[in-house]
């Protein structure tokens, strides 16, 4: 993740110096460094995106105290208080969050040049997706973020087959964009932007299926988000205070054997081979192993949490914590608690010849 984290910056610094400015690295405490900067200047404004975790929030706190701090929701499409209940609380059911987050989507305005993008709708009534894993060395840079995108909803890329295929972690169906917008080299927006021109420009039903299912992955991210923002304990608590008390295993064989994949289960097992190698795995891939720790082998969710926090280049707290959450049926809209993925049933369908 240091890695990617570093090719991102240093590509910020490249595309800053081509307009006269530069990307000034620090480290050590924000507020502190920030001070230093600004030198005592309270007035001088700093603009960042919110964050929603406890942490990011305890730091634009103190960021704030030095100077004045001004806020932009960058990391989602919608700010998460613009999207609630008529009696001003906060959506736990996925559904109804998306009803409502519909509604103030169509109030919304964008203003994104499809020509700078190069995003086209192509549609294909067979595609060419070619077994291989998702492959993370590749450059963390703007342009490369642009052209993965470009590619997944170009003339054979995933999009056009996604609600059949997206599951599939035999074939490259996902559209690759989870570590770039993890990162901020393209945003939410763009993507609902893209995601909707591509509805708007077809009329092709399995094609509209297919970027629905897309657009709707994209939703669920915001409904993590927004519930991360509204109770961020939920990153180490259940969000069902009734499961917080579950009487977890925990056993230590049984965790280093997980994290090893060595498990005896090969889907299992190449999936967290594949998570220490390049630090990503499909979501299906994710869903199988988190349900495999915490319903098999009666490991806390929270230590595959904490795993994945390692581990992933695509990393976001609220997603993981929300995802985690889903699985072990301690979140809001989860799987139920009793669902267990069976992993042997799970290989067969989604990676068929292993």
Not at 160 to 182: A, K, P, W
Not at 183 to 203: H, Q
Request: aromatic residues 12%.
């Amino acid at each position: 993740r240091s890695n990617f984290l570093n090719g991102a910056l240093n590509d910020l610094d490249s595309r800053l110096r081509e307009i006269g400015s530069r990307l000034l690295i620090k480290q050590g405490d924000t507020a502190q460094e920030l001070a230093k900067i600004i030198d005592g200047e309270s007035t001088i404004p700093v603009f960042a995106n919110a964050g929603y975790s406890r942490h990011s929030k305890f730091v634009e706190s103190q960021v704030a105290r030095h100077t004045q701090l001004r806020l932009f929701s960058g990391q989602v499409t919608i700010d998460p208080s613009g999207v609630s209940k008529e009696n001003g609380e906060p959506f736990k059911v996925y559904s109804a969050f998306r009803r409502k987050w519909e509604q103030v989507y169509q109030k919304k305005i964008f203003r994104t040049d499809y020509q700078s993008l190069g995003i086209k709708p192509e549609i294909m009534s067979s595609c060419d997706l070619h077994s291989g894993k998702n492959s993370l060395a590749r450059s963390s840079t703007r342009a490369n973020a642009v052209r993965t995108l470009r590619k997944f909803t170009g003339l054979k890329g995933g999009i056009n087959r996604y609600s059949e295929l997206s599951d599939r972690v035999d074939q490259n169906t996902t559209s690759g964009m989870s570590e770039f917008i993890s990162l901020g080299l393209i945003g939410p927006n763009e993507l609902f932007e893209v995601a909707d021109y591509l509805r708007y420009s077809s009329d092709d039903n399995r094609y509209l299926g297919s970027v629905n299912s897309w657009r709707n992955q994209l939703i669920w991210r915001e409904f993590f988000k927004h519930s991360l923002d509204h109770f961020p304990d939920s990153e180490n608590q259940s969000l069902n205070p009734n499961l917080e008390s579950i009487d977890w295993i925990n056993q230590k064989v049984d965790i280093d054997a997980w994290n090893d994949g060595e498990t005896g289960y090969p889907i299992v097992d190449a999936a967290m081979r594949q998570l220490s190698e390049d630090g990503w795995i499909h979501n299906r891939l994710r869903m199988i192993v988190a349900s495999f720790l915490v319903k098999d082998l009666l490991v806390d969710w929270r230590i595959g949490a904490n795993w994945f926090h390692d581990k992933l280049v695509d990393y976001d707290s609220a997603l993981n914590s929300g995802n985690w959450q889903w699985v072990a049926g301690t979140g809001f809209d989860a799987s139920p608690f009793f669902r267990v993925f069976n992993p042997v049933l799970q290989g067969r369908k989604f990676d068929p010849k292993g």
